[in-house]
């Protein structure tokens, strides 16, 4: 309807597409997960089991030997372990961004994506958190990090960037789910009062709490939302600027740098962008969705996409030009051994991808040419992830004294855990998009014209 | 009739929530009591001994002197374990075909050692010295208990590191004269506070609770 | 019939903008146990329908204040009461590195808030509700609109409010059983 | 690319630092920095597949060195026992620690030590301060040894052929012996034997000769050159012996002799050395060293002069030294052979040593043909040395009339079949003799072989007799001393597994196999009494318990004569005899020259299988676990090689497959092997690469000719570090002797930047706090400290796979860096334990609090408390924290656990660990006052490092006091802290390096003007 339209005056192709109708939003979207399990899904979803089966296998041996079968030593004793979790937690940044920043800032094209987008937050954030505990020595004792009254009577180190982690993560994955679940509410009760068997319509009335879409419920839904929203905006900020102070507060080269928390919060969004470009361009064309995540979506995306690459790049730069700026010789032998030194490839890759590969997307051709997309985000992915080794590993392996400097390379162990937590991953996807409407039809419904029904 | 739930699912889910909410509470309470409970730190749990030796009986039946077998206690950091001879250096004397000394006299005899089981044990990463807590002013009684009162030896306290601390933080509270450290139910005169402060100025005793005074 | 033994009327529109038009109708004959059920949340209608004074924000505000109170007070007891400790030479009250947790604490109690006030204020979880007596009512959730009156509102009559009720032109009306 | 940049940083840095270069690599190519990483690259750790993090070689070298009960916080309570004794030794007291002297003998250096037993386990060895070849210092091996008596692996059971038999089995065995020996007088009886220091050891086998005529006595060292012993004495049959007192030398000359570290006396030497290192305003003077050796070591990285000279040119170089100095020698003048920098160095030393006459010293190597000790005791004679830097003691000889004989000539009876029966005595020909397969070939012609020995050996399989002997903390004996002081052995434990000590075992051939050693060594010393003035029971009882007590034999009680007769028995007059001999000519440099030398860590291999010494780094190299051909980095380039790189070494048809080590300062075509590698039956099995195989008799220590053929793949070294080049950072401050004194004298607190902290500072505590001084002009990097730290922190071993990875456990590591060019570089060594920092780094990030700083300002590491997120080990700029990547310490094997010191927790998987500065000593002490009521003196606490340190390099004490050794030192100007930029405050702090290269050639000419 007329209201719709006027929500972009420009030429912009449109956020849904011009012939859905109102009923279409029940019939595809909850349509998806009421019809039967297609092969494809089957096969998707065990290959990804198999990688979690090699996940259990890597972490049972983990706590069986120590974690003495990972590359780690003295002077890199962060390796994988670290790098996964981080680039995880970038991960998982999209999707609040995309539900809570999007939604205050009235970007109604994020009514398609965020439901995908936050589901992915909460799987990527699950990924991340199994990190810590695994990396540390004795992982029996993770317990340690909680302030609770011991009978030791003694307590964690809250000047410990660590113990920041823990709360930052925690509480992320805490608000990321119950924003996820208060957005679903009403759709449960659609899928309630779609479902044909009674089996079927009391499990999901469990999770619809009796929902009945009054216009009470929805005034103080949204307020709720819209508060929710407006916590997770900060939140979200600040917890990978809390991740990036698990180096800056530290103070090897390479780490100790206060540019740290905003260049880290744009990677964050750089690679969970690339990550939702990645995954939804393959999903929007299996389950043919293409009215309802458009060509608008992506071209939007993909300039996100160049303008955090931007950013980050504009981060390389500051370090390089600070570390020569600071006269410190440390920080400057730690720049020259990045690009120079024996993990120059290191560098060539995260330069090559995080840097060069978003250039492409000031031409719309290219953001709009979905082969082209869809590689660029595979790039940025891998070059964020490398980038994270840069930073651990290429800081870490010649710090200070040349006397203790050392090597660093992951074993097959490191690399099996990796892509177990791909497996975890995308197993937690795949029963996602089975069992839950992937798009938010409450909110589709605000952007489709309104129906009228035919009197009987 | 197409209502999905019974009236009273409403009352039970808003209990159910409220059930969940109380469960995590009660539970963490019950978990906070069981690792200080004498179940789970083996306080005043006796041991199965080779020989049912009673400090009651030796201690306030025959008034021996603590350091009459645990000897080194004043000088080391262990108090000592009498050796076989240091019993039959009585028991030659009384109670000498008593049957459940038989494993004494089967140890002199034979020079096999017995095998007592500990009671008052510390990890081997804490290290704790007797010569020191005795020196400052700490009984016996007041880490090992009423032995007096054992008829067979348990522990008197959890000897958690908690419960060291109450101590290392302000011994006034336990600092007792040198004179009494031996004696059992020994009773501050005029009180403790003031005892405690005059002895532990008088001792210097002014304990760490640095890491490394246990920790090494 | 007897208007005791039923909990109100229910009547379904053909488009939201006849049901925000009977909402408003409803309003101004001054019935006020009325509500409105739409699929999605519609422009116009919480304006018709009186609602108690807003305390989400206040819930959320409250809750958020004390996790960080609680957070903050926290991390001072642990370093510098409970057991001092000399970390690095940093004093033991050293705040700045307190304000992080500080700030995620407030974050989490907040949005437990924000949930929990919703629920409460929506009177949910309530798998129960007369209005599913109404076969029909199961499409409020993918594409009916509704307009329900309640038995007491001290206006309701039932001949009256069906009367009032057919004015509307709905689609159809329904007795919703107590 | 990046090369403009890089030149900048070099020239844009803040500090005066000399110009360092980086690897050896970029040294060579500077083009391109990328192919100077690929090339250290190739260090890289690869992936290690699953299978080799099983590390299944070493386990038993783990276990050899590992540990016991756990740290695993386990919540459910052990049961667990007291086992009282049943009669108690009074002087027993459980918790409190007991010293016995005693001393130990290793080849022909024997070492006065005090052992530390708890309840009657021996733990620890120390120094024996009244001992004139420790002054309370000991030296890597001493260390070690305390391993080696609870090593698993020692031989335990006697053995004929491979079945176990017993001790009477063999005492009947040697009845038989007796009878038939008794018959022919011994006849083709042979007794071999190592060196024998011991006087009670060379009275029962003078006893056996004495009773058997025909019998025979030969001895072997793999690790000692034969001839030199006889080198410028007379031809009688009991050479004296040159001690050498280097406090009093200002100028000394080392041709190719490795005086601090690899000879008898080396701990005094080292002691005496570096007291003439510390210049300061009240003692501005200092000695001069000058090296000339085909490798680095010990001593040549310590050289104010060090010059890069092939093993065979050293003869020619002594013979330029004696021209230069002006003793008369027919011939044609040498000099004209060598080359430019050889003679300039030459010209150097000869200088030096005219200037400083009686107060010089030329020092002939061990490993150097008697020539060159013959013109060294000329040179030294000439330059009136004799008596005031060069004594010469008595050799002793217990009366006995001949020589052993060698290892040669028993081969060649063995073989000319005049050997019917062989008694060895621990020692290993089969593994370590040149030709060792002709020995053991020879063996088998012997219808009789015994052997009895610490561990089973290459010869002990050539045995009939196997008799596991018992270690020398087992046993009763008595040992000689380089300068003749005799020491009581005395045991300190019974034997572990009822092993039996050479003097029973030999014992027992004479025919008294109820002879106790006891008995033995103290009849021994009755009957010395006796010879002597006073020999009444209660003097000798008097003089036994004080020479027991003091682990010395007071000269004088006994002897009217010093046993240690520092004779005036200069050997000079067969000097000139010596002279007459035409100088030796210059090698022609083109050919390879391959130089054996015993092992720095394994000496001759005795060692392999003890896990401390096998993963202790080398000096210089660094290298864990295996040895390597050392090159230099010219024959290196020639040959196209790098570190690591495998190459065939051929000479005359035999041949060895070795790794190559790229070594800064090594002399040109030369090639440096170790010994006492790649042995077959040792521990865990072939660790490194045997190259005896190209030893032949006549050219065992060098030889010409070889040849070096790259096999084209890497071997992977277990170095420990990586990158010997100093980055142009601050972290060794090397000044000149006149740099050092003008300092001295501008108080220079101006280097010291100011230190600001946004943080209060601390209020000043009361009590003690801990600090530690390191002086980097007095170590010479011998690696003491790192192994004596092992034995007393029970530091786990990890094994070569896990030290490649980079996990070495050591808490106190050695760095040395190399300075200048690669050709003649300076030679740095820092060892770099906790730096104990104030603001400490690591203590910050820890989550769960443990680590944290204690009142006395210790870097407090609670293991039981640590979770190993691993991020203090990040956070340390210095790298000093070790982490248990895997379940290092061993709680399995029984008899390790006896070795364990109490006093230290052992850690388990998953834990940092680090240096406490012992705090285990600190608290001991701090009780022992408390309880005594006497406060803690200056110098009663010492750490383990300060403790074995033979230079006193390293000063432990308390700060706050300015009266003590530790705040006198860190007061002098040469002080300085590590980083200090980073603001961390270390307690530990550095002395400045300094070294005396003095005379310019002009101050040198004016100088040679007066003398000639």
Known sequence: MPALRQLDPLERPPVIGEDVRYEDVNRRIAGIVTAPTSKGWLIGFGVAFLFVMLFMAAVTYLFARGIGIWGVNVPVAWGFAIVNFVWWIGIGHAGTLISAILLLLHQEWRTSINRFTEAMTLFAVACAGV??????????????????????QIWPQFRSPLMWDVFAVSTYGTVSLLFWYVGLIPDFATMRDLAQTRGKRLLWGVFALGWRGSAHHWKQYQMAYLLLAGLATPLVVSVHSIVSLDFSVGIVPGWHSTIFPPYFVAGAIFSGFAMVVTLILPIRHFYHLEDFITIRHLDNMAKILLVTGLIVGYGYLMETFIAWYSGNIFERFMVLNRIFGPYWWVWAIVIFCNVMTPQIFWSKRMRVNLPVLFAASLAINVGMWVERYMIVVVSLHRDFMPGAWGMYSGTFWDWSTLLGTFGLFLALLFLFIRGIPMLSMAELRELVPSPRKERK | MSQLFHPASNALSRFLIAGALCGIAVISTLAYAYFRSDYFTHRSLTQQQPIPFSHAHHVSGLGIECQYCHTTVEVSSYAGIPNTETCMSCHSQIWTNAAYLAPLRESLRTGNRLRWTRVNDLPDYVFFNHSIHIKKGIGCESCHGRVDKMPLMSKGHSLQMGWCLDCHRDPGKFIRPREEVYSMGYVPNPSQEVVGKKLVAAYDAKPKTDCYTCHR | MNDQRIWGLLAEFDSPEALIRAAKAANEQGYVHFDAFSPSPLEGLSEVVRLRRPWMPRIVLISGLSGGASGFLLQWWISAAAYPLDVGGRPLFSWPAFIPVTFELTILFAAFGSLIGMLMLNGLPAPYHPVFNVPQFRSATTDGFFLAIESRDEQFRLDETLRFLESLNPLEINRIAP | MGNPVFVQIENSTGRQAPRYWRTLAEYRNKESLAEQSSAEFTHAIDDPSPMQVGRRTVLSYLAASAGLAGLSACTSLPEREIVPFVQQPEYLVPGKPRYYATAMQMGDRVVGLLAETHLGRPTKLEGNPSHPASLGATGIFAQAEILTLWDPDRAATVRRGRNTSTWAAFAIEAGHLRERMQRDQGRGFRLLTGAVRSPSMLA???????????????????????????????????????????????????????????????????????????????QPSMNRLYVAEPTPSVTGSCADHRLAARCDSIPAIAGVLREELGLPSQGPAASRGLGAEAREWVRKAAADLQRNRGRSLVIPGEFQPALVHQLANQMNAFLGNEGSTVVWADADTGGLSSEPGTLQSLVEDMEAGAVNTLLILDTNPAYSAPEAKRVAQAMEKVALRLHAGLYETETSRLCHWNLPMAHFLESWGDLRAFDGTCSIVQPTIRPLKGQKPALEILATVLGAPLMTDAEIVRNHWRREAASNRESEAAEFDLFWRRSLRDGVIRRGILFNSEVSAVGSRAPVENGPAVGRAVAPP??????????????????????????????????????????????????????????????????????????????????????????????????????????????????????????????????????????????????????????????????????????????PERPVRDGPQWGMSIDLSACIGCGACTIACQAENNISVVGAEEVRRGRIMHWIRLDTYFEGDPSAPGIYHQPVPCMQCENAPCEVVCPVGATAHSEEGLNQMVYNRCVGTRYCSNNCPYKVRRFNFFQYADYETGSLKGQRNPDVSVRSRGVMEKCTYCVQRIEAAKIRSKVNDQPIADGQIVTACQQVCPTEAIVFGNIADPGSKVSRAKSGSRNYTLLDELNTRPRTSYLACVRNPGNDLAELRESEGGTV
Do not use: C
């Not at chain 4, 495998?646 to 497959?657: F, Q, T, Y």
């Open chain 1, 131 to 152: 990190f810590p505990i695994l990396h540390l020595g004795r992982p029996w004792f993770f317990y340690w990090l909680f302030p609770y009254p011991s009978e030791m």
């Open chain 4, 204 to 282: 029962t086998i003078g006893e056996l000769l004495r009773q058997f005529p025909e019998a025979r006595w030969h001895t072997f060292e793999a690790a000692r050159r034969e001839e030199p012993a006889a080198a410028g004495s007379p031809s009688s049959g009991n050479p004296p012996v040159p001690v050498y007192r280097i406090a009093a030398a200002d100028a000394i000359v080392s041709l190719d002799a490795d005086f601090l570290h690899g000879m008898p006396g080396s701990l005094a030497h080292a002691r005496e050395f570096a007291s003439r290192r510390r210049p300061s305003a009240e």
């Open chain 4, 586 to 759: 210059i090698p022609s440099d083109s050919k390879i020259e391959l130089v054996f030398r015993p092992d720095p860590t394994l000496y001759d291999g005795r060692y392999a299988s003890n896990g401390w010494l096998q993963e202790l780094p080398k000096p210089i190299t660094s290298l864990t676990w295996g040895n390597a051909a050392l090159i230099s980095a010219g024959t290196a380039g020639r040959l196209g090689l790098e570190s690591g790189d495998a190459v065939e070494i051929g000479l005359g048809g035999r041949s060895i497959e070795i790794p190559v080590w790229i070594v800064p300062g090594h002399a040109e075509n030369s090639v440096v092997l170790h010994l006492g590698n790649g042995r077959e039956k040792a521990g865990g099995g072939r660790v490194g690469v045997d190259v005896n195989p190209l030893r032949t008799w006549g050219a065992e220590w060098n030889v010409r000719g070889a040849t070096i053929r790259k096999l084209g793949h890497q071997v992977p070294l277990a170095a420990r570090q990586h990158h010997q080049n100093m980055e142009n950072r601050d972290l060794i401050r090397s000044w000149t002797l006149d740099e050092a004194l003008s300092k001295e004298k501008a108080a220079s607190a101006a280097l010291k930047p100011e230190l600001l902290s946004l943080y």
